[in-house]
């Protein structure tokens, strides 16, 4: 029998229904991180690819990101047999005389993120990690941690991170500056929006780190602080509000929008429903957030994320660098073990006990103000119609904050050869070309704004090209209508979904006038001309490119734009193959009235929030 590579998935074949099914994840995934410790248990090195920062502080990242895990495990009540392994770990990564000493941080380091995990296990796990220590070994864990949280941490979620290694501090009995703890918590009061948003620092964005970063750190603030009520109570309150919200990032198989950076994280997208249980805030019934916390873990289980020998890899969907940030290194994909939280609660905790309970999701868009997207459920998908947002400093940014649809079940694709106009995927996105190799997509916006269900943005791919863009919801599916305004000629190419695509092209495709289709055994895609006057092509784009799977086709629609303005209308859609794909592929929408759409916008346009940085920055 040929190897299913979804076979190595520790996850994998595991119901993922109980709370000893959740504890067996955690113990699988764990296991296969053993051999790659360190002889003095302080480093864990999976594999010879690099980040940004130096060896020392990815090594360290392998060893402490698993704690996320580990500490709740330990809290709740399980066993685990490598506590000794941690201590020697902690004693000789924080001695400078041992040949594995982490390095010493002297400003902005990401050890400073790795720190985080340590607090939070000094908090919960006192008598396993720092009463048994020798003297020297707890004099050397405090001078290296209050060492480092001396220095500033990135103005973002960042700021919570000296904080969790303060609650640890407190909690095993050393003296610190308290004033930077005061301060830090005061700063991140700036980051709130209102109605449970934030955004995650000086940036036009808002993605994961809202609900795996703000609110997770948040709501373990809230369980572990003390004194400190008033701001406990805020932080529940935001969390309950954020809720209602965020669970339509969410479709009703446990996918989670692919968005944003930092994917690589993976299962850490379920954090947020963990942490709801762990600070006790029943933001929607306990069956609803348990629906949500275990059909996320089963949607993951399914998939090739690991490597043969049981580590999980750098990706998404399955091992790819190209989706990648700068700053993952081996171990950063254990952030996911974020999503393991609720195992510090009892058996008897309403979380625990509560029957699973659908999300009762509807056909109904849901606008979301903040994000600037109207979310669109559909069978076993969610679909975000975005804005767009700005992301300058990462690989890939444009791919990822900038497209005009996001999807939990197709993903989104990055480009993988920037020079190579014509093999680009351009899935939910409008690409233009003036010399037929190099091309342009939507960077930023000049403007976006949402009005009831609909968006619109302005953009500029040169700054003598102006485009505007209305997205509205239709049903199955979502029409995108564009304005371009250009002095010479370009040629244009705009994707629908990205599909799964089969060996030996075993596929069905429809490359005609004015649409194309991809049909699959699992899936159909569209995308339709409704004005415009372009071909379609079903392209098979270059492997690797998607986050979801590694092979796609992507319907698209090509042509020449004309000097002067011209106005682009565009449908598209992907369903799960059946009839209802076929039904919906035979009832493509009409053409929206755009002077009804700008009408709309000067009455009851809103701006979004993603992309209007605060004053205080």
């Given at each position: 029998?040929?190897?299913?590579?979804?076979?190595?998935?520790?996850?994998?074949?595991?119901?993922?229904?109980?709370?000893?099914?959740?504890?067996?994840?955690?113990?699988?995934?764990?296991?296969?991180?053993?051999?790659?410790?360190?002889?003095?248990?302080?480093?864990?090195?999976?594999?010879?690819?690099?980040?940004?920062?130096?060896?020392?502080?990815?090594?360290?990242?392998?060893?402490?990101?698993?704690?996320?895990?580990?500490?709740?495990?330990?809290?709740?009540?399980?066993?685990?047999?490598?506590?000794?392994?941690?201590?020697?770990?902690?004693?000789?990564?924080?001695?400078?005389?041992?040949?594995?000493?982490?390095?010493?941080?002297?400003?902005?380091?990401?050890?400073?993120?790795?720190?985080?995990?340590?607090?939070?296990?000094?908090?919960?796990?006192?008598?396993?990690?720092?009463?048994?220590?020798?003297?020297?070994?707890?004099?050397?864990?405090?001078?290296?941690?209050?060492?480092?949280?001396?220095?500033?941490?990135?103005?973002?979620?960042?700021?919570?991170?000296?904080?969790?290694?303060?609650?640890?501090?407190?909690?095993?009995?050393?003296?610190?500056?308290?004033?930077?703890?005061?301060?830090?918590?005061?700063?991140?009061?700036?980051?709130?929006?209102?109605?449970?948003?934030?955004?995650?620092?000086?940036?036009?964005?808002?993605?994961?780190?809202?609900?795996?970063?703000?609110?997770?750190?948040?709501?373990?603030?809230?369980?572990?602080?003390?004194?400190?009520?008033?701001?406990?109570?805020?932080?529940?309150?935001?969390?309950?509000?954020?809720?209602?919200?965020?669970?339509?990032?969410?479709?009703?198989?446990?996918?989670?929008?692919?968005?944003?950076?930092?994917?690589?994280?993976?299962?850490?997208?379920?954090?947020?429903?963990?942490?709801?249980?762990?600070?006790?805030?029943?933001?929607?019934?306990?069956?609803?957030?348990?629906?949500?916390?275990?059909?996320?873990?089963?949607?993951?289980?399914?998939?090739?994320?690991?490597?043969?020998?049981?580590?999980?890899?750098?990706?998404?969907?399955?091992?790819?660098?190209?989706?990648?940030?700068?700053?993952?290194?081996?171990?950063?994909?254990?952030?996911?073990?974020?999503?393991?939280?609720?195992?510090?609660?009892?058996?008897?905790?309403?979380?625990?006990?509560?029957?699973?309970?659908?999300?009762?999701?509807?056909?109904?868009?849901?606008?979301?103000?903040?994000?600037?997207?109207?979310?669109?459920?559909?069978?076993?998908?969610?679909?975000?119609?975005s804005s767009g947002q700005q992301n300058w400093q990462m690989r890939h940014g444009t791919e990822k904050?900038?497209?005009?649809?996001?999807?939990?079940?197709?993903?989104?694709?990055?480009?993988?050869?920037?020079?190579?106009?014509?093999?680009?995927?351009?899935?939910?996105?409008?690409?233009?070309?003036?010399?037929?190799?190099?091309?342009?997509?939507?960077?930023?916006?000049?403007?976006?704004?949402?009005?009831?269900?609909?968006?619109?943005?302005?953009?500029?791919?040169?700054?003598?090209?102006?485009?505007?863009?209305?997205?509205?919801?239709?049903?199955?599916?979502?029409?995108?209508?564009?304005?371009?305004?250009?002095?010479?000629?370009?040629?244009?190419?705009?994707?629908?979904?990205?599909?799964?695509?089969?060996?030996?092209?075993?596929?069905?495709?429809?490359?005609?006038?004015?649409?194309?289709?991809?049909?699959?055994?699992?899936?159909?895609?569209?995308?339709?001309?409704?004005?415009?006057?372009?071909?379609?092509?079903?392209?098979?784009?270059?492997?690797?490119?998607?986050?979801?799977?590694?092979?796609?086709?992507?319907?698209?629609?090509?042509?020449?734009?004309?000097?002067?303005?011209?106005?682009?209308?565009?449908?598209?859609?992907?369903?799960?193959?059946?009839?209802?794909?076929?039904?919906?592929?035979?009832?493509?929408?009409?053409?929206?009235?755009?002077?009804?759409?700008?009408?709309?916008?000067?009455?009851?346009?809103?701006?979004?929030?993603?992309?209007?940085?605060?004053?205080?920055?």
């Amino acid at each position: 029998m040929t190897y299913d590579p979804a076979t190595a998935n520790p996850l994998f074949g595991n119901p993922l229904r109980t709370r000893n099914d959740v504890e067996k994840g955690l113990r699988d995934l764990f296991t296969p991180l053993l051999p790659y410790f360190s002889e003095g248990g302080a480093r864990v090195r999976l594999d010879g690819a690099g980040a940004h920062f130096d060896r020392a502080a990815a090594d360290l990242e392998g060893f402490a990101r698993p704690l996320w895990g580990l500490t709740p495990l330990a809290a709740g009540g399980g066993d685990f047999d490598h506590w000794e392994l941690y201590r020697q770990g902690l004693a000789n990564g924080t001695d400078p005389e041992h040949p594995e000493y982490w390095g010493t941080v002297n400003g902005i380091d990401q050890r400073q993120v790795e720190l985080a995990a340590i607090g939070f296990t000094m908090k919960m796990l006192p008598h396993l990690v720092w009463d048994p220590l020798p003297q020297k070994a707890k004099d050397n864990l405090a001078a290296y941690l209050k060492h480092a949280r001396k220095f500033d941490y990135a103005d973002n979620n960042w700021k919570f991170f000296r904080i969790l290694v303060d609650l640890g501090l407190e909690q095993c009995g050393v003296d610190f500056e308290r004033s930077y703890t005061d301060a830090y918590l005061s700063e991140l009061e700036g980051f709130y929006l209102g109605d449970g948003w934030y955004r995650d620092g000086n940036v036009r964005r808002i993605d994961h780190y809202i609900p795996f970063a703000m609110h997770f750190y948040g709501l373990i603030y809230s369980r572990l602080a003390k004194g400190d009520d008033k701001r406990v109570a805020d932080y529940k309150e935001r969390a309950r509000l954020f809720a209602k919200d965020i669970q339509h990032w969410f479709d009703e198989d446990g996918g989670t929008l692919a968005f944003g950076r930092s994917l690589t994280y993976r299962f850490a997208c379920g954090g947020f429903w963990g942490a709801l249980a762990f600070a006790d805030v029943e933001a929607l019934p306990w069956g609803v957030i348990k629906g949500h916390f275990l059909r996320h873990l089963r949607w993951w289980s399914k998939l090739p994320i690991a490597h043969g020998n049981g580590v999980l890899s750098i990706g998404y969907g399955y091992p790819n660098l190209f989706m990648s940030e700068s700053y993952n290194s081996a171990g950063s994909p254990y952030w996911a073990l974020k999503a393991f939280l609720p195992l510090a609660l009892p058996a008897d905790h309403p979380f625990w006990t509560a029957e699973e309970v659908d999300p009762g999701f509807t056909a109904d868009p849901v606008p979301l103000k903040h994000p600037g997207m109207v979310m669109q459920h559909t069978a076993g998908n969610v679909v975000a119609l975005s804005s767009g947002q700005q992301n300058w400093q990462m690989r890939h940014g444009t791919e990822k904050y900038s497209k005009f649809v996001y999807s939990s079940r197709y993903g989104f694709s990055v480009e993988v050869d920037e020079r190579a106009y014509s093999l680009g995927a351009f899935d939910g996105a409008l690409a233009l070309s003036d010399d037929g190799r190099h091309y342009r997509v939507r960077e930023t916006n000049e403007l976006a704004q949402i009005a009831g269900e609909k968006l619109h943005a302005r953009w500029k791919p040169w700054q003598d090209v102006e485009i505007d863009t209305w997205l509205l919801p239709a049903g199955n599916w979502h029409i995108r209508v564009h304005r371009i305004t250009t002095p010479r000629p370009l040629h244009g190419t705009e994707g629908g979904f990205a599909i799964a695509r089969a060996d030996l092209n075993a596929d069905d495709y429809i490359d005609a006038k004015g649409r194309a289709v991809a049909r699959s055994k699992t899936d159909l895609s569209a995308i339709v001309c409704l004005a415009g006057g372009r071909d379609g092509r079903a392209f098979r784009a270059l492997p690797n490119s998607n986050l979801i799977v590694s092979k796609t086709i992507v319907p698209q629609l090509r042509g020449d734009i004309a000097a002067g303005t011209t106005v682009l209308v565009t449908a598209a859609m992907a369903l799960p193959a059946g009839a209802g794909a076929e039904a919906a592929l035979d009832n493509p929408p009409g053409v929206p009235d755009l002077a009804e759409l700008e009408a709309l916008f000067a009455r009851e346009g809103m701006d979004v929030s993603a992309i209007l940085v605060p004053e205080r920055f």
